[in-house]
């Protein structure tokens, strides 16, 4: 439980750094040996939460105590019980069955670590195929997706290759 806990906290002490020196301008890109280590960092954290019981999991990382998620739509505590209620309390989770668990539980740290190996995993599937995993999902699906230069205001549809000028509200200036 210790070395899980120890694990998750690393993961979200390294994204609030890297988000903390993203804002002040001091990031440095990731490389994808980097990206790659990283990916093994985590499915060794997910082997150790897929070790521990679910009663374990529950203890360590508690369900946060969100209650409107009907009104708002969303998961919350009584969405992750109803999950929990369906599976063995006492046994291991399983490595396999972590990553399903862990999208559908509602932790702060437990969602942190998740989106970031799905970033992760998505960078590496992007230096393989050239695309992320969502733009691929995106265009088996035929959803729309843009690219956005901020600097030159430019929208570029990535289907059609449409080009737009982005609009800034009239009402709107800038300060300095």
Do not use: H
């Amino acid at each position: 439980m210790r070395i899980g806990l120890s694990g998750v906290k690393y993961v979200c002490s390294s994204c609030r750094i890297t988000r903390s020196n993203e804002l002040l301008g001091i990031d440095e890109p990731e490389t994808l040996e980097f990206k790659t280590d990283y990916q093994q960092l985590l499915d060794f954290i997910f082997s150790i939460l897929g070790g521990m019981t679910l009663r374990n999991l529950v203890i360590t990382f508690p369900i946060k105590k969100d209650f409107d998620g009907a009104k708002w739509e969303c998961k919350d505590y009584f969405f992750t019980m109803d999950v929990l209620s369906k599976m063995e309390w006492d046994k291991p989770i399983g490595r396999d069955n972590i990553f399903d668990l862990l999208w559908d539980y509602v932790n702060d740290d437990l969602r942190e670590i998740c989106i970031k190996y799905i970033d992760v995993m998505s960078e590496i599937y992007r230096s393989q195929t050239g695309k992320g995993i969502a733009e691929q999902f995106c265009e088996e699906n035929n959803i729309g997706t843009y690219a956005v230069n901020r600097e030159t205001g430019i929208i570029k549809n990535n289907q059609t290759g449409d080009v737009t000028k982005l609009n800034k509200a009239s009402y709107l200036k800038i300060m300095k």
